[in-house]
């Protein structure tokens, strides 16, 4: 039998994503339906993909300017269309 612990997410994460989202809606840069995040403790993982490495870095760049944001994996693919 296996188990499963779910942990709830508190109102800080919730406004914090709200907030990344937001970010990373309004750049010109970025197709928000194709990059996706994560979030636990203030660490950031962005994931999904991007048609240039220019976007993946700026993704990084929208992210850094977020409060509460401390740490950002970038896991973002570059897939050349």
């Known amino acids: ?5 779910i942990y709830p997410v508190s109102q ?6 709200d907030n ?3 970010a990373l ?4 840069y970025l ?3 194709l990059v996706h995040c994560e979030e636990m ?6 994931k999904g993909r991007v048609g240039t490495y ?3 870095q700026m993704a990084t760049e929208v992210l850094r300017n977020i409060d509460g944001v401390e740490q950002i994996e ?3 693919e570059v897939v050349w269309r």
């Not at 800080?12 to 994503?17: A, E, P």
């Open 1 to 5: 039998m296996t188990t499963k612990t």
């Open 12 to 17: 800080n994460t919730s406004i914090l994503l």
């Open 20 to 22: 990344i989202h937001d």
């Open 25 to 28: 809606s309004q750049s010109p």
């Open 31 to 33: 197709t928000r339906k």
């Open 41 to 46: 403790n203030g660490r950031v993982i962005v």
């Open 54 to 56: 220019f976007q993946k």
């Open 74 to 76: 970038n896991r973002l």
